[in-house]
Structure formats: structure tokens, C-alpha cells
């Protein structure tokens, strides 16, 4: 079913990655105008995510190697407009990403907070 989220299959697929091989996770970002629950923006929200995801982070072997602002469609949908940023996170293998989901106190819903909509790709 298109358009459909498929955790399940995404998990599935990420059991089965091979060990031992770096993971990349690319997030794809479209923040809220506007988040009630902080008063700030969905961007300044994000940044107060990150700024408490990088203790968490930095107790793994994974870190940002890309955080970037889309500009262009070059091939693509040209009517489609973009989302705000992307962030590319490399974790040493798939037990370091899996280790910071099983985190209790990770920040996910501040995350959540700041996303009108949000893509998490795995990709080797």
C-alpha cells in the first residue's frame, strides 16, 4: 500500500544487513511553521533535539557526517516542493542504531515535536 508506513519491513531489512558494515541513516525533514508546544519554530525545535540527542550519540560509535538544506530537484518531480533539511548519520553497524532506539530517555519526542512529516532511510 502506497504511502503507507512500513516499520516492519524497514526493521525486517535492518535485522538482515550484513554485520560489521557501517549503517547510514538518511533523515529527510519538513518541520513545522510552528510548534505550540515550545512557542519556537519547528527548525529552532529540531536544534533543541539535537543539542539533547548528541549525549546519546556520543555513547555510540555513530555520528552526523552530513546536515544540509535541499536547493534543487534536479531529476525528479519538478511540482513537488522540497523539505527543509537533511541529515545523514552514519552508526558503525546496525546494533549501535539499534542501541540508541532501545535508549529510554532518548529525545524522540522532541523530534516528533518539531516534524510536520519526516523520512528515515536506511542505506548502505
Known sequence: MSGQIDLQSGIKQLQEFPDGQPVFMLNYLNYKETVAETGKTGKET???????????????????????????TIIGPSDE???????????????????????KDYPRALRSLALSDSRLILCK
Open 81 to 103: 516542493s522540497l523539505w527543509d533539511e537533511v541529515l545523514i548519520v552514519r552508526y558503525a553497524n546496525k546494533n549501535e542504531f539499534m542501541k540508541l532506539m532501545a535508549m
Open 46 to 72: 529540531y536544534a533543541d533535539y539535537l543539542k539533547a540527542a548528541v549525549p546519546f550519540f556520543n555513547t555510540l560509535d555513530a555520528e552526523i557526517i552530513f546536515k544540509g538544506s535541499p536547493l534543487a
